[in-house]
């Protein structure tokens, strides 16, 4: 079979790979790459990967050598004088870019001799050439990484791009926190929240905001370095519960986080997250959290003189959980069982209608009745125990509970964490608690800013403003 597949005359297939560089209308080819095809198959339609990153490679090796010696032709004449630069040395600059790295001449040369003054040598591609990483590897190394393992995006950016070596964990660490350095030094000083400089009347001039801000705020631990415990973070989500005006552009949810043992500036963050969504200075604030202390006490912080709320999302995680635990007193005692279920669920509609009072006697005479039979059942105990750490928490948090139904028929916000609490979608999914993941205070915060960032879909508007041609929109 294999013989007389051989003996057949395979037809074969070159495609030969040019690229034109023009300059004043002058046009020159040079041959970027051969590609031979043999048999047609799936595997050998088209490109595979290794010529595509060989292609892209080449080409990028030539356009770059390109530009960058016709840049310096146009500088070589003084621009006084007219007479050329002579060079003191060659040089090189080494770039990495996505498609490889390109080593582009850096020359430095000597000041003309019809200048007098300033320094007697310098490098024409001072102009332009800043940093040693393109903007589009440092875009991509912090978008991935911000989302998934550093290791994991090396791996990534070496399988589809001819990047090498210069894509490793330590590099893309290193470029994440220097783009969210970058970010928070242009973050401005800490401030107020509410902080209006103007008299009463003007206050009262200022026009009618959209509907309040709602902001979910929630803590989580992160493993710390260097066998240090745990430190933790805090994260969050600021929604606009409707708009005056239809604004499409503008999401409706935003994100943010911080490691508040690092952060000076908390106040600062979510102020230019909140002006981002539109927000005015008279517009009301309304915080949610799952009623921590810690969170809380950041909350008040945050904003003192705002409404703080328990968030719908964490009474009803905790009400799934406890119902959880009666499915197997359920069939255990299916009566005892059946029963505890109908009165937690009777208990959450009270709590949705903001009935803390009753929904309080209802645990407590739950309590009661499993306490007679948790001495012959650990189940039964185990439900009592979860009923009552419940019972503990709306008492403790009693006053932050609203009327959850009047507010949703209001047009209000009842809750931040609509699929899963902000926290995990925030902070767990990237620090992987379960992978021995350890940070540092600073490590953990920048890459929170990144992360968030990437969130909210802001990177690319954050390179935009450091690089105005970056990836330009279409006008
Ligand atoms: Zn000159």
């Not at 997250?273 to 927000?279: A, E, F, T």
């Amino acid at each position: 079979m294999l013989n007389q597949a051989l003996t057949k005359s395979s037809p074969r297939t070159f495609c030969r790979t040019h690229l034109c560089v023009s300059a004043d209308g002058t046009e020159r080819r040079q041959e970027v790459m051969a590609i031979e095809r043999m048999e047609l198959v799936m595997e050998t339609l088209g490109l595979n990967v290794k010529e595509g990153k060989a292609l892209l490679e080449r080409v990028q090796h030539l356009l770059v050598a390109h530009q960058v010696h016709e840049n310096l032709e146009q500088h070589r004449l003084c621009s006084e004088c007219g007479k050329r630069h002579t060079s003191k040395d060659a040089g090189v600059a080494p770039v990495k870019t996505v498609f490889g790295l390109v080593e582009v001449p850096n020359p430095r040369w000597n000041r003309c001799a019809c200048l007098s003054q300033g320094p007697k040598t310098f490098r024409p591609t001072k102009a332009w050439l800043a940093g040693r990483t393109s903007p589009e590897m440092l875009y991509l190394e912090t978008k991935w990484a911000s989302l998934i393992p550093f290791a994991k995006v090396a791996d990534l950016l070496k399988d589809v791009l001819p990047v090498g070596d210069s894509a490793n964990p330590q590099t893309i660490r290193n470029h994440l926190q220097a783009t969210a350095e970058r970010l928070e030094q242009e973050l401005g000083e800490e401030r107020q929240l509410n902080l209006f400089e103007a008299s009463e009347e003007e206050w009262e001039q200022q026009p009618l905001p959209d509907g309040p801000i709602t902001v979910g705020i929630d803590g989580g631990y992160v493993r710390a370095a260097h066998k240090q415990g745990w430190f933790e973070v805090i994260a969050g989500k600021s929604i606009v519960a409707f708009r005056r005006e239809e604004e499409a552009e503008v999401p409706s949810a935003k994100c943010f986080g911080f490691v508040q043992t690092d952060d000076n500036k908390p106040r600062r963050r979510l102020w230019e997250l909140m002006k981002s969504q539109g927000l005015r200075e008279n517009q009301q604030v309304v915080f949610m959290s799952d009623g921590g202390e810690n969170v809380r006490r950041m909350q008040e912080y945050l904003h003192p003189y705002s409404e703080h709320l328990i968030d719908w999302f964490h009474i009803t995680m905790r009400l799934t959980v406890l119902q959880q635990q009666t499915k197997a007193l359920k069939q255990e005692r299916p009566q005892t069982g059946d029963d505890a279920s109908k009165r937690l669920e009777s208990v959450k509609h009270l709590l949705w209608h903001g009935n803390t009072e009753e929904a309080l006697e209802r645990l407590v005479d739950l309590i009661m009745d499993l306490s007679f039979i948790q001495a012959r059942s650990a189940t039964a105990e185990k439900v009592a125990d979860g009923v009552s750490e419940f019972e503990t928490y709306i008492r403790n948090n009693h006053e932050f509970i609203p009327n959850f139904g009047e507010r949703r028929r209001q047009g209000e916000a009842i809750s931040t964490a609509f699929v899963e609490s902000t926290i995990n979608q925030v902070v767990s999914r990237r620090f992987v608690k379960k992978q021995q993941m350890e940070w540092t205070l600073r490590g953990a915060h920048l890459l929170l800013q990144t992360r968030t960032k990437v969130l909210n879909n802001e990177l690319d508007d954050a390179f935009r403003n450091w690089y105005p041609q970056f990836r330009a929109e279409a006008a």
